[in-house]
């Protein structure tokens, strides 16, 4: 069973950069792709990015692309999200999310089982 914990949301301004960050627990990490999701008020939970916690390899949605960038900490057990020019369209709750047996770029919601309870990042224009 993996844990997952998400902090780092807030409101900043059009421009501004902001990290996310999720605290990760649980066994056989190596085998696990981990992801951002987001969701915005009456939207569907769309995909960020992911990256394998083994490789390190990453896969970004297309719309924060070369904006924003997912890392994972090994030592710390973390997984982060670093957003820079962030637009007023990057307001969501944001998600970190758990699949086993997956590899970058491959997954969908349906695929991630574990999940932390969400942090809202609002971007005023």
């Known amino acids: 069973q993996i844990h997952l914990e998400e902090s780092g949301g807030g409101l900043v301004q059009a421009g501004d950069s902001l990290r996310l960050s999720c605290a990760v627990s649980?066994?056989?990490?190596?085998?696990?792709?981990m992801a951002w999701f987001r969701q915005a008020p009456g939207k569907e939970r769309e995909f960020v990015a992911d990256?394998?916690?083994?490789?390190?390899?990453?896969f970004y949605a297309g719309s924060v692309k070369g904006r924003f960038t997912i890392s994972r900490d090994k030592d710390k057990n973390t997984m982060d999200l670093h957003m820079s020019t962030l637009k007023p369209e990057d307001t969501a709750i944001y998600y970190c999310?758990?699949?086993?047996?997956?590899?970058?770029?491959?997954?969908?919601?349906?695929?991630?089982?574990?999940w932390g309870q969400g942090t809202q990042v609002t971007v005023s224009s």
């Open positions: 999310a758990a699949a086993a047996g997956i590899e970058s770029g491959l997954g969908t919601v349906s695929d991630f089982g574990s």
């Open positions: 649980g066994h056989g990490l190596g085998t696990y792709t």
């Open positions: 990256i394998n916690w083994s490789d390190s390899s990453t």
